[in-house]
């Protein structure tokens, strides 16, 4: 499939914007000129928001012609094209003959096509035509604007490469042909050929690196300069990203604190679970138009363990759903190589598709698209439903390439109405700044999403986890009151919490304490965060600070010698650091915090109020210091902290 794309320079977004508007005034002139109209002026130009009107006549019986033209990411709206008609008919009342050209690239989307449908395709009275992304494509191939794409691919060795996508790019140094080119055996392209608009393939480096410029996503593939060879890198550095795919890792233990909790081992949110549920059949049955479902909640509450419990929920009732770990984002790339490693998980789901079970080859953005939407109308057929979650995406929003095609795909999903749905799992407490932080993609996938928001454990849940931990002692035993106490009031409902909390309490009745003393120990988060560290050499503390203030962090990154790879695999041995396939994180954003800023990313506030064990303790420590303590000595022998506003 082909793109156009509108690219010029500029020192700022409104000067980009503003030289976009002229270059795009310019070859939308030529190519209405093209196709036998003449143009005779340009008024009423709106750079900002990539549109123009143009005047002009066709060429053989003079009758005037209104043009307007948008160029956007997505499809242009019912409200846009309504807006271009009203303009049309106070011409048309004028003078009858009158034509309406209205040009939208990519195209229109289907309720202004319903409205065109109804009020202009057949209706001798108005004469309105509109031209899509492939109508401008063939206009300007086959009047000589350019050359065709038949031969940019004729040019290309065959023997060494399999073409993928290509799109067009307009600049103001001319047209460019971006053609994606797969080597023999890869699933997904990882290098492009760049042509001008005679076929002739660019060698220049500073042409190169000037489109390079414009567009950013070029910089995530090689750029090869000769077609017939495997390959020759550009001679400036080219960045490239190995984007490893793994679906998100469970625990292997009830109380693994380290990883989301694996579907055997989940608990509570009773009600989340058949909201989801309800969700899908609502899809299959095309009750909703939304295509997206969306996990919300702090970090700790629990979302990626919802994620891993969704698809397991999902496959078990005959569905196709997998979890992808959005750490190892790093460039656009991510995208592709995430349908393609979801499409080769499923394979031709479970017969469902008529396919040999070869790997997948996705020939680029676009054709990932139509390969995802054919299977969610072959699924739809069977009433199956097709989840791609992308679990920690808070790692995305500052991956621009990778978020816009994400945000690309959820729109081709949500227009075509099929049977695939794209998951998302971020945290709520997460902060950005104005200038950097994309609010208008985030509340984009909000608005056409199913919103699952967690909120902290109820004493249910906790309650159900707590007996998770009587079974696990060994031997089996009840809490006593004390310590159930103290578990729910230290974990305030914070699913995370309660977890580390209760690893903790099994690791030390399993050392020998009695549950009495640990419930008279009043430990807090902090501190056992400061267990975690409390044994590190530090020159380890040392390194463990700088991979925290970086994480997630590629293996090439921890390789170099600024890292000891001693210390970083004793890292890994103690689960202070998980690795996600070629990248290593801290175990835990809270634990990353508490790294970066030596304090908790949340306050922890203890009111007087305790078990009776814990009273009776206190007085204890009073009777043998004759009632006489500070509060320094008194903290240090009963292990809290002095945080009551009391």
């Known amino acids: 499939m082909v793109k156009i794309k509108i690219l010029a320079s500029g020192d700022s977004p409104s000067a980009q914007a503003n030289a976009r508007g002229h270059l795009f005034e310019d070859f939308m002139a030529d190519v209405l000129r093209h196709s036998g109209y003449i143009i005779e002026s340009k008024p009423n130009v709106n750079y900002a928001g990539m549109e123009i009107d143009i005047e002009g006549k066709t060429r053989i019986n003079n009758i005037p012609i209104y043009c307007e033209c948008k160029c956007n990411e997505k499809e242009i709206d019912s409200k846009n094209f309504q807006a271009f008609f009203g303009k049309y008919m106070t011409k048309w009342i004028v003078n009858p003959h009158c034509q309406g050209l209205f040009i939208a690239i990519p195209g229109i989307n289907s309720h202004a096509r319903g409205f065109y449908n109804t009020n202009c395709k057949d209706d001798t009275k108005f004469n309105v035509k509109v031209l899509n992304e492939d109508d401008v494509i063939k206009i300007i191939t086959t009047s000589g604007l350019t050359a065709s794409h038949d031969l940019i691919a004729e040019s290309i060795n065959k023997t060494t490469y399999e073409v993928g996508d290509w799109s067009i790019i307009y600049s103001d140094r001319g047209l460019f042909w971006i053609q994606y080119v797969l080597r023999k055996g890869e699933g997904t392209p990882t290098s492009l050929m760049i042509f001008d608009s005679k076929c002739n393939l660019i060698k220049d480096s500073l042409t190169i690196e000037y489109l390079k410029s414009l567009n950013f996503e070029l910089v995530n593939f090689q750029i ?67 295509r997206g479902l969306l996990f919300e909640g702090n970090s700790g509450w ?19 759903a997998i979890t992808i770990d959005s750490r190892t984002a790093s460039s656009s790339q991510f995208v592709l190589k995430s349908i393609e490693f979801s499409l080769n998980n499923f394979n031709n789901f479970n017969g469902i598709l008529d396919r040999s079970n070869q790997p997948y080859v996705i020939s680029g953005f676009d054709g990932a698209v139509i390969e995802l939407l054919n299977i969610g109308t072959e699924l739809e057929k069977k009433g199956k439903i097709f989840v791609i979650i992308f679990d920690q995406f808070e790692n995305i929003f500052y991956i621009p390439d990778a978020l816009n095609r994400i945000r690309d795909l959820f729109v081709k999903i949500t227009d075509a109405q099929t049977n695939i749905i794209l998951g998302f799992s971020w945290k709520t407490d997460l902060i950005g700044s104005t200038n950097e932080f994309p609010y208008e993609i985030r509340d984009f996938i909000k608005n056409f999403s199913k919103r699952i928001i967690l909120q902290p454990f109820n004493d249910q849940d906790t309650t159900d986890l707590l007996k998770c931990l009587e079974s696990e002692l060994k031997p089996k035993r009840k809490l006593t009151k004390d310590l159930i106490f103290f578990l729910s009031d230290f974990s305030q409902g914070f699913p995370w919490r309660l977890k580390k909390l209760c690893a903790h309490v099994k690791a030390q009745i399993e050392s020998g304490l009695t549950q009495e003393e640990i419930a008279t120990r009043l430990l807090n988060l902090e501190d056992l965060f400061h267990d975690d560290i409390q044994d590190l050499s530090q020159k380890e503390l040392d390194i463990l600070h700088r991979i925290a203030k970086v994480a997630p962090i590629s293996f090439q990154e921890l390789s170099s010698e600024d890292f000891d790879p001693n210390i970083v695999q004793n890292f890994v041995n103690l689960r202070l650091l998980v690795k996600i396939g070629s990248k290593y994180d801290i175990y835990w954003d809270n634990f990353r915090d508490y790294l970066n800023t030596g304090r908790l990313p949340f306050q922890e506030n203890y009111l007087l109020r305790t078990s009776p064990g814990s009273v009776v303790k206190s007085i204890q420590i009073l009777n043998e210091i004759s009632g006489k303590i500070t509060v320094a000595e008194f903290i240090g022998r009963v292990r809290t902290l002095a945080k009551s506003p009391y």
Do not use: W
């Open 224 to 290: 090869i300069l000769d077609s017939d060879k495997k390959n020759i890198d550009h001679p400036t550095k080219i960045e490239t990203h190995d984007e490893q795919i793994v679906t998100v890792k469970g625990s292997s233990s009830c109380f693994e604190y380290q990883f989301p909790a694996a579907p055997k081992f989940f608990v509570g949110r009773k009600r989340e679970k058949p909201e989801i549920v309800s969700f899908v059949n609502q899809v299959i049955n095309k009750e909703v138009t939304s």
């Open 302 to 320: 629990g979302k990626s363990s919802l994620a891993l419990t969704t698809v397991d929920m999902l496959q078990e009732l005959g569905h196709f």
